[in-house]
């Protein structure tokens, strides 16, 4: 445990929050949501599906060019919107109290 009561975690937060709000919501929907969500899942589904392909031996076929990027475009949406869901969520828990 970090020692820290429930205020101290609670203002951390706020001003946590309070220093990415000031980054902007674009800044924080594409590093967070596009980035960080949906880049990530796009990586983490492929290597799952490769996984997979080797444990059940089925003999591995590299998906096409096109069919990546397809996929790659539709989680890049996802977190594209996942980003702005999570943006919304941290404003209504923090923007009454981080408001100038």
């Known amino acids: 445990m970090s020692g820290l009561n429930s205020a101290q975690a609670d203002e951390k937060r706020r001003k946590s929050w309070q220093k990415t709000r000031r980054q902007g919501k674009l800044t924080f929907v594409v590093t967070r949501g596009v980035l960080e969500w949906g880049v990530s899942i796009f990586i983490l589904l492929n290597l799952v599906e490769i996984l997979v392909d080797r444990f059940l031996q089925r003999?591995?076929?590299l998906p096409s060019l096109?069919?990546?990027l397809m996929e790659c475009v539709v989680?890049?949406?996802g977190g594209w919107f996942y980003g702005s869901w999570f943006w919304n969520?941290?404003?209504r828990s923090f923007g009454d109290i981080t408001a100038p």
Do not use: G, K
């Open 59 to 61: 003999p591995f076929a």
């Open 66 to 68: 096109p069919s990546l």
């Open 75 to 77: 989680f890049c949406i």
């Open 89 to 91: 969520w941290h404003e």
